[in-house]
């Protein structure tokens, strides 16, 4: 039997993992920490259950495909809650936009805010439709090993204008702000700049109306458990809370993985879905070709980091929806700051996120868990101590937060801690901190990310947000299914 080594658990790595142990390769994970998840990480405390996120389920059906591979049913191991209204989204002058695929609900809030963009929203779906089967369905799986294979694409990312820009293209159908806002923030999810994003990601309307946005009941640690339950079964093999060191190589092959324990294997493949430059720099320290990609890594752009605050509050709140943007004075102009300027604005936008108002099991009875999560510079463009603005930044989101949704917030908070760019960077090994790898622009995508198989070392593969198609679950998983393709058949 051929053996396979991951390295890392996040959904990327646990998607690749069972997709090789249903194809009959003994599989091993590592991972560095001390629970599997990646990115999904999780906290318990006082009670409470705080996700690290991603925290949006969308496309199930990338999952339950996971299942299916050996005839196992997911819903056995995990439940999926709907999620309605996908998000609300909220200005500063106390306006309310409930977006969802309830597409009479859907038209009666576009028509509340600018009745003449209705038609312009119609011809906006449409557009979101074709990308989505281009960008989505027909090439998210596959892997752009050479320039060949981007050039076949060419003809179809130019018929839908990729090279403009997300908001650009939502521009180009609706004339109201609000609605260009509210139409394009999807991008910032996977780590995105609306201004600068290919409008080939318009699809996620598409992904969104189709398959709905859910909730693993429990937290989206649960689904993580249920990922790991399953690849368990399977026969895969999972060691946890001891970091890999290094990726060995002899000639153009990757030999054997090592971790800091001191233990040691051989292996006949080995994938990473650790973060990339990670994985080059300092997996792949003693080998040519990782210092050679990790120069060139390092001149790319990476996608900015993020402020989380997690806290949990005495009372429920039914108001209150699972998903909320709370929009901040700039749309723009806060962009360019986080993405450009690389400064900490005295403003911001908020990504809410309330999930005892589905799935009250993770809060103590009476009590509810949240995060607030701002966009913020990643490390190389912000070097600052997070240790002394991460309590005074913790303090601003709590207060906007209070002014705008919960008056008494800070006497109501039983629990509440925050996750800075620095734990990316300590706890994820994460590149300046990045949280979603590299930034998706047209010039990182496709070809032009990191490949799913290396150039050279023909026996190391690489999943997760770092690669094609990108970052989300939809993303990683899509990855995986590239990526495990290519190794079965390179190990038969």
């Given at each position: 039997m051929k053996r396979a080594c991951i390295i890392g658990s996040g959904f990327g790595g646990l998607a690749l993992a069972i997709r090789l142990q249903s194809s009959g390769i003994a599989t091993t994970v590592v991972e560095a920490r001390d629970k599997p998840g990646g990115r999904a990480y999780f906290w318990e405390r006082d009670g409470f259950t705080f996700d690290a996120g991603p925290t949006v389920v969308t496309d199930p059906e990338c999952l339950r495909e996971l299942w299916r591979l050996s005839g196992h049913d997911m819903a056995n191991d995990i439940e999926l809650m709907p999620v309605m209204p996908f998000y609300r989204l909220n200005w500063p002058d106390g306006t309310n936009f409930d977006y969802s695929n309830d597409d009479t609900q859907l038209r009666r809030e576009i028509g509340r805010i600018s009745a003449e963009d209705l038609p312009g929203y119609d011809a906006f779906a449409d557009y979101a439709a074709g990308v989505y089967e281009e960008g989505y369905v027909k090439l998210g799986h596959v892997p752009f090993l050479d320039f060949g294979s981007m050039l076949k694409a060419a003809p179809a990312l130019a018929r839908y204008q990729a090279w403009r820009s997300v908001y650009s293209m939502v521009s180009s159908f609706m004339k109201s702000e609000k609605l260009r806002e509210a139409f394009s923030f999807h991008t910032l999810l996977v780590g995105g700049n609306p201004m600068t994003t290919s409008a080939i990601y318009a699809l996620i309307h598409k992904l969104e109306k189709d398959g709905g946005v859910w909730w693993a009941k429990g937290g989206t640690n649960r689904l993580i458990a249920a990922m790991v339950k399953h690849f368990e079964r399977l026969g895969g093999t999972i060691r946890l809370h001891d970091p890999v060191l290094h990726i060995h190589t002899l000639g153009d092959r990757a030999s054997e993985v090592e971790t800091?324990?001191?233990?040691?294997?051989?292996?006949?493949?080995?994938?990473?879905?650790?973060?990339?430059?990670?994985?080059?720099?300092?997996?792949?320290?003693?080998?040519?070709?990782?210092?050679?990609?990790?120069?060139?890594?390092?001149?790319?752009?990476?996608?900015?980091?993020?402020?989380?605050?997690?806290?949990?509050?005495?009372?429920?709140?039914?108001?209150?929806?699972?998903?909320?943007?709370?929009?901040?004075?700039?749309?723009?102009?806060?962009?360019?700051?986080?993405?450009?300027?690389?400064?900490?604005?005295?403003?911001?936008?908020?990504?809410?996120?309330?999930?005892?108002?589905?799935?009250?099991?993770?809060?103590?009875?009476?009590?509810?868990?949240?995060?607030?999560?701002?966009?913020?510079?990643?490390?190389?463009?912000?070097?600052?101590?997070?240790?002394?603005?991460?309590?005074?930044?913790?303090?601003?989101?709590?207060?906007?937060?209070?002014?705008?949704?919960?008056?008494?917030?800070?006497?109501?908070?039983?629990?509440?801690?925050?996750?800075?760019?620095?734990?990316?960077?300590?706890?994820?090994?994460?590149?300046?901190?990045?949280?979603?790898?590299?930034?998706?622009?047209?010039?990182?995508?496709?070809?032009?990310?990191?490949?799913?198989?290396?150039?050279?070392?023909?026996?190391?593969?690489?999943?997760?947000?770092?690669?094609?198609?990108?970052?989300?679950?939809?993303?990683?998983?899509?990855?995986?299914?590239?990526?495990?393709?290519?190794?079965?058949?390179?190990?038969?």
């Open positions: 800091v324990s001191g233990w040691r294997e051989r292996f006949d493949a080995v994938a990473s879905n650790a973060d990339i430059m990670h994985s080059y720099r300092d997996l792949l320290i003693d080998s040519p070709r990782g210092k050679q990609v990790a120069k060139k890594l390092a001149a790319k752009r990476f996608s900015p980091s993020l402020f989380v605050v997690h806290f949990g509050v005495e009372g429920s709140w039914p108001g209150i929806p699972h998903h909320m943007i709370l929009f901040g004075p700039r749309y723009k102009g806060l962009l360019a700051d986080i993405y450009d300027h690389g400064v900490l604005p005295q403003d911001f936008s908020i990504y809410l996120h309330h999930p005892t108002v589905t799935d009250p099991s993770v809060a103590p009875p009476g009590k509810s868990t949240f995060y607030a999560l701002i966009p913020v510079a990643h490390q190389g463009k912000l070097p600052i101590d997070w240790e002394q603005v991460g309590p005074l930044l913790e303090k601003r989101v709590l207060d906007e937060v209070g002014r705008r949704l919960i008056p008494d917030i800070h006497d109501r908070i039983v629990t509440k801690f925050h996750y800075a760019p620095r734990d990316f960077a300590i706890d994820l090994n994460a590149w300046q901190g990045s949280a979603f790898s590299l930034e998706p622009i047209l010039t990182q995508s496709a070809w032009f990310r990191t490949h799913n198989r290396d150039d050279q070392i023909r026996n190391l593969y690489f999943v997760g947000a770092g690669t094609h198609p990108g970052a989300g679950i939809p993303g990683v998983v899509g990855s995986a299914k590239a990526t495990a393709k290519l190794m079965v058949d390179d190990l038969r």
